[in-house]
Nanobody
Framework: VQLQASGGGLVQTGGSLTLSCAASGHTLSDFAAGWFRQAPGKEREFVAV????????SYKDSVQGRFTISRDVAKNTLSLQMNDLKPEDTAVYYC?????????WGQGTLVTVSS
């Protein structure tokens, strides 16, 4: 599966953005899918994940209640709705898909939250 993330940009504190991850080459709903992020000078960290069936989600504690991960089976996409953004959310965001122990990564999309 090939993954293409988009939707990043510059937003003020308290603003919102929606990231999208388009899949090709395979049906994304066959994969557990998630979002990770990497801030400058830091390691890549988990943000959110959704099960292949879409009925289970999990979030990093600091984004719980502000971010929502979802998938659109018809469009074969994964989304991350981000509300009430904070400067500490500034990072390059990556989508991934995981199946049978293999992880596929998309390229990152930069989110910058200004204070």
């Amino acid at each position: 599966v090939q993954l293409q993330a988009s939707g990043g940009g510059l937003v003020q504190t308290g603003g919102s953005l929606t990231l999208s991850c388009a899949a090709s080459g395979h049906t994304l709903s066959d994969f557990a899918a998630g979002w990770f992020r990497q801030a400058p000078g830091k390691e890549r960290e988990f943000v959110a994940v959704i099960s292949s069936t879409g009925d289970s989600t999990s979030y990093k504690d600091s984004v719980q209640g502000r971010f929502t991960i979802s998938r659109d089976v018809a469009k074969n996409t994964l989304s991350l709705q981000m509300n009430d953004l904070k400067p500490e959310d500034t990072a390059v965001y990556y989508c991934n898909g995981r199946r049978s122990g293999v992880v596929y990564w998309g390229q990152g999309t930069l989110v910058t939250v200004s204070s």
